[in-house]
């Protein structure tokens, strides 16, 4: 049976974001070229690696897996979010909360007395003793920053993690940049329950889409005279195409989720979940999840 890997939320979150374009370019590199870097996991979780697991778990593309032995969470927390923020933008939303989990980490390892282990293995040639008993300061080392920002990243990261555990679509859209936000922006949402951070993750989407329709309706414009200059030679002679209905695929499937959605809940009421077996639950998990993405994406869209 092929083997399945869990999807750790805490994990997930250190995931670096791509957009909807890199994306595509991702699974069709994928599909054309195979998986040709490693998914890492560690104890059965994924800790580098989501989007590609996720593809080639889809399309079944083969991908070999790279085990690591790290002796407790914090220090794969550290590994991980260390090796992510080398591949975002500094003074990101993304750099902010990975730097915040370096700290962390990092303070939690030093509190168990795990630190030397880990700076030797990480050949990290910095102790507490020689940042002057801050913590703070080895850390703001370790990613070239200062002990003040680090605090404040430290910060961030529990508000993000607040978030996230009440909406993780806002907590996405934050970190990928698809709503800007400041330090004090973040703390107020945190406060917040549930229903009122989706209601404000909307609120801010259809903000954040607003200021930049300007530009797309230009480049949109832009496009369209350009096809209809290209498309010009060919019209004459063609028949007439029937009405486009721009509703079709729409309606289609506000048909077809209310299936979707009995099926489900009638699935739950009929199985006894302390008997399905683990792998199989967790497969249930990723597809719920893949689906609970493209949901949240979907409301993006129709909701701006």
């Not at 414009?221 to 009405?243: C, D, H, N, R, V």
């Amino acid at each position: 049976m092929k083997q399945v890997w869990q999807i750790d939320p805490e994990f997930k979150r250190l995931s670096v974001p791509l957009s909807p374009e890199e994306e595509r370019r991702l699974e069709n590199s994928l599909i054309r070229e195979g998986c040709k870097e490693p998914i890492v996991v560690w104890h059965g979780c994924i800790l580098d690696g989501h989007k590609r697991y996720v593809i080639c778990d889809f399309e079944e593309i083969d991908y070999e897996t790279r085990e690591m032995s790290f002796p407790t969470r914090d220090e794969a927390i550290f590994w991980t979010a260390r090796k992510k923020i080398e591949k975002v933008q500094r003074e990101s939303a993304a750099y902010r909360y990975l730097a915040g989990k370096v700290y962390l980490s990092a303070k939690a390892l030093v509190h168990t007395r795990q630190w030397e282990n880990v700076s030797k293995l990480e050949q990290i040639n910095l102790s507490v003793k020689d940042c002057g008993g801050r913590i703070s300061v080895l850390v703001a080392r370790v990613i070239g920053s200062n002990r003040t920002v680090v605090n404040r990243y430290a910060r961030y990261v529990k508000d993000m993690d607040l978030i996230a555990e009440k909406d993780v679509g806002l907590f996405d859209a934050i970190i990928s940049g698809k709503i800007e936000t400041t330090y004090s922006n973040v703390m107020e949402l945190a406060k917040m329950d549930s229903t009122k951070l989706a209601n404000a993750r909307r609120k801010l989407l259809r903000e954040q889409a607003a200021k930049f329709k300007p530009r797309k309706k230009a480049a949109e414009s832009e496009k369209k005279a350009e096809k209809a200059e290209q498309a010009a030679p060919l019209e004459m002679g063609i028949k007439e195409m029937p009405a486009f209905d721009p509703d079709m695929e729409f309606r289609g499937l506000a048909l077809t989720i209310p299936t979707w959605m009995n099926a489900i809940a009638r699935s739950r009421a009929k199985t006894n979940i302390e008997m399905v077996s683990e792998p199989t639950k967790a497969q249930l998990a990723v597809i719920l999840r893949r689906l609970e993405d493209q949901i949240t994406q979907t409301l993006e869209v129709i909701e701006k």
